[in-house]
């Protein structure tokens, strides 16, 4: 008996695991890079243990380099393997953030958004004028000193980088607090998936769960 499964392989994950459908194929996350088969030696072995098969009965048949492969199983049943993927799915899920949790990180939240934007006004303050306002007589006519006008440049551009960083991260906070009113706090944009109390404790404000975050910057 061979039964042929369809797989989303996403390597390179904080751990392996099966995730649940995707379209009519079933996404899995394994913990190995996609460097010299490590990847699909890991996905065999996630799925011999998911599916209760010997590795020797799990045979990857295309896709060898690709994210989307089709599996060759000996020894169980379609059915059988939908249960055991449905249920491995299941199991694997990460809880939803709790009431008690989403009080702390709404405190959190608040108290970050005050944070920033004191920190965004200060730095519009500090920026308020032109270059040449801030400069005055230094910055023209003949005595125009180029080191202090250099000077005088470098700090605008690293208040401005340091505003737009801090703009970015305060509509980042934004969106969390818009998400818990909503009930979606705590779910990665990409994938669906809960982003974990882990990743949330350390980045109340993260959008993505940390695997889609890695692919997003790689």
Same mark, same amino acid.
């Given at each position: 008996m061979t039964a042929r499964l369809q797989l989303r392989v996403s390597p390179g994950a904080s751990r392996s695991a099966v995730v649940g459908r995707h379209g009519s194929a079933w996404k899995v996350r394994v913990a190995a890079a996609p460097e010299a088969g490590r990847a699909n030696d890991a996905l065999v072995r996630l799925l011999a243990d998911t599916l209760a098969?010997? @590795?020797? /009965? +799990?045979?990857? +048949? &295309? *896709?060898? @380099? &690709? #994210? /989307?492969?089709?599996? @060759?199983?000996? *020894?169980? *049943?379609? /059915?059988?393997?939908?249960? #055991?993927?449905?249920?491995a799915s299941r199991a694997g899920k990460e809880a939803k953030v709790n009431d008690t949790a989403i009080d702390a990180y709404r405190r959190r939240l608040e108290e970050e958004r005050a944070r920033l934007t004191e920190a965004v006004e200060f730095l519009e303050r500090e920026n308020a004028g032109s270059l040449g306002d801030e400069l005055g007589e230094v910055g023209s *006519?003949?005595?125009n000193h180029l080191g202090d006008t250099a000077t005088a440049t470098f700090d605008r551009e690293l208040d401005g980088g340091l505003e737009v960083g801090a703009q970015q991260t305060l509509d980042d906070v934004e969106a969390a607090l818009r998400k818990i009113e909503e009930g979606s706090y705590g779910t990665c944009e990409v994938c669906g998936e809960p982003i974990g109390a882990e990743r949330l404790s350390a980045i109340p404000w993260a959008r993505l769960c940390i695997d /889609?975050?890695?692919? @997003?910057?790689a």
């Open positions: 098969v010997p @590795a020797r /009965d +799990v045979q990857i +048949v &295309s *896709g060898h @380099a &690709s #994210r /989307d492969k089709i599996v @060759a199983l000996e *020894g169980v *049943g379609t /059915d059988e393997i939908e249960q #055991r993927l449905a249920l *006519g003949t005595d /889609d975050q890695r692919r @997003a910057n």
